[in-house]
């Protein structure tokens, strides 16, 4: 058996070799591969040797020959092709082992060149990976040191791979070609090229939506079914998933999560990870239906489950804080399809030990500051047209004080300015038209995904009445302006004594003025929080 190895990222790669050595199997290696494996006293042969041709253009040609294809390529079962091999003093190559130039990894970096991005272009290691990825029935291909323990563990049992173990191998060959391939357009199709400025130290700006977009995500698992029983439907993740975000979450008990499990468990996951205090949102149908901060997980989860206990019922919980006894005897006593937080207790675990059908999910929340907050959020986001695709940077927007703009008579209090900032904060988060009403950092009544504003405010205050929760002296936060004072009215009514909105309709100044003749706050955030 003969190997073929030449990697860019050497780790394993001598254990590996020396382990293949012990096993039999002979050794081919490019020049930097070579050295480092001659250096460890391993027996090595450079490819150079191989073909009888120097590597050349400073290693831009070193395996693009065909003793290299024609050994990779050759089918051990038709005649024909093993007398060619013969023929032209060709042996064949059993095992490929490569990795690709760092492509992905150079343009990632902060000030890198044009020049730097085409020198990480990997030409022969695609080619030689495509080749023993066509011919995977006599040639293994190993393209990530993750596979270096399956691939001895199978040579050491049956000294040779076994056809399953080949084709996925092949498989994961391929899929790593389409997304280096896809990385490689991602970058070359954004770069603004400016002609007047090429050389080796230009820098090109790049768009932001690249002219042809390549995502690749890999599939996490198949679901039971879509969001009805007659869809079917899986759950993929992206190539690198952001930390902190929902698909990096372990499950540590309970059923398999739905489709629309994971659907609300984002929105809850998103909604609770933007407090910086103890948080606790509870989501229905991929609407908050109780928000509040508190001390404690626990006095977060109580005030938000008084905002709507009844939609509550059988709804996706999330907390920013791990879950302790308490918090778990609490939640424990009501109907939850999936609870998530950073962590759980052990009290905490024993506790829904008993509640076998709960969905409990840890989930690391992002660290290290606000850089890594916001890695941890989703960059792009997509939606699915009738064959298109519309993609968008996330709503990523953080409001401070200093942006608002008091448009009333009225000023706010201090405790006024805080209760519309949580209500704002909520709003992002909930279907347009969205209505929020909160008070001493919860929700008091959620009007959400109507087509008026003006019925959003008036389910708001109904949601409120069936809670039992007053909401006199509420603030009110409405994610897009007042088109005419009808809704600011409605809220008022209701009892609000504060409104924030981005402002911007062409009747602010009537919506102004009715805010001043009730004798209540209003204030401009200046950016709205449509969420469709």
């Known amino acids: 058996m003969r190997a073929l190895i030449s990697v860019s990222d050497k780790t394993g790669i001598v254990e590996l070799a020396r382990t293949l050595h012990g096993l039999g199997v002979s050794l081919i290696s490019t020049g930097g591969t070579a050295k480092l494996l001659a250096d460890q006293g391993l027996p090595v042969t450079e490819v150079a040797e191989v073909t009888a041709f120097p590597e050349m253009l400073d290693g831009r040609v070193k395996t693009l020959h065909p003793k290299v294809h024609g050994g990779l ?13 013969k023929a032209h003093g060709i042996d064949t190559i059993d095992l490929l082992i490569v990795n690709l130039y760092p492509f992905e990894a150079t343009v990632a970096k902060a000030g890198c060149t044009l020049a730097d991005a085409i020198e990480n272009i990997d030409i022969g290691g695609p080619a ?41 191998l092949s498989v994961a060959a391929f899929n790593r070609i389409a997304q280096y391939d896809g990385a490689i357009s991602d970058y070359l199709s954004s770069v603004k090229f400016e002609e007047d400025k090429l050389g080796e130290t230009y820098v090109p700006e790049r768009a932001l939506f690249p002219g042809q977009s390549n995502g690749h995500f890999i599939k996490v698992q198949d679901l039971r ?3 009805n029983s007659h869809q079917q439907a899986a759950l993929y993740r992206d190539l690198y998933p952001a930390p902190g975000s929902l698909v990096t979450g372990v499950q540590l008990q309970g059923k398999e999560l739905s489709y629309n499990n994971i659907a609300d468990a984002d929105a809850a996951w998103e909604c609770v990870k933007s407090f910086d205090a103890p948080a606790c949102v509870i989501v229905k149908h991929a609407n908050p239906c109780g928000v509040a901060v508190g001390a404690s997980a626990l006095e977060a989860y109580s005030k938000a489950f008084q905002t709507d206990p009844t939609s509550a019922f059988g709804g996706i919980i999330a907390f920013n804080r791990p879950v302790d006894k308490a918090a778990a005897e609490a939640v424990s006593k009501q109907f939850v399809e999936v609870l998530m937080a950073p962590d759980f207790s052990a009290e905490a675990l024993d506790i829904f030990k ?20 916001e890695q941890g959020r989703n960059a792009i986001e ?43 904060k909520v709003a992002k988060f909930v279907k347009s038209n969205a209505i929020v009403f909160c008070k001493n950092g919860m929700t008091m009544g959620v009007g959400a995904g109507q087509m008026s504003r003006l019925d959003s405010a008036r389910i708001a205050s109904i949601k409120a009445e069936h809670a039992q929760l007053s909401l006199q002296g509420t603030a009110v936060a409405s994610d897009a302006f007042f088109p ?49």
């Open 73 to 85: 390529l050759a089918r051990r079962d038709v005649p024909e092709h093993m007398a060619a091999l």
């Open 128 to 168: 030689m990976v495509r080749s023993a990825a066509k011919n995977w029935k006599d040639v293994g291909v190993v393209t990530d040191a993750s596979q270096y323990a399956a691939v001895v563990a199978e040579l050491k049992a049956a000294g040779k791979l076994s056809d399953k173990l080949r084709f996925e």
């Open 225 to 227: 079914y879509g969001e």
């Open 354 to 373: 008993a509640k076998v059908n709960v969905r409990l999910m840890k989930i690391a929340l992002p660290t290290g500051g606000k850089t890594d907050w």
């Open 382 to 424: 997509s939606k699915r047209v009738g064959s298109g695709l519309l993609l968008q940077t996330a709503d990523n927007h953080e409001l401070t004080l200093a942006d608002l703009k008091v448009v009333t008579v009225k000023q706010p209090t201090p405790e006024e300015l805080q209760d519309l900032m949580f209500a704002w």
């Open 484 to 532: 005419f004072r009808d809704g600011l009215d409605v809220v008022v009514d209701a009892g609000a004594t504060c409104v924030i909105q981005p402002g911007g309709s062409m009747r602010d100044q009537e919506v102004i003025d009715a805010a001043n003749e009730r004798g209540v706050v209003m204030v401009y955030s200046g950016v709205r929080h449509f969420r469709h």
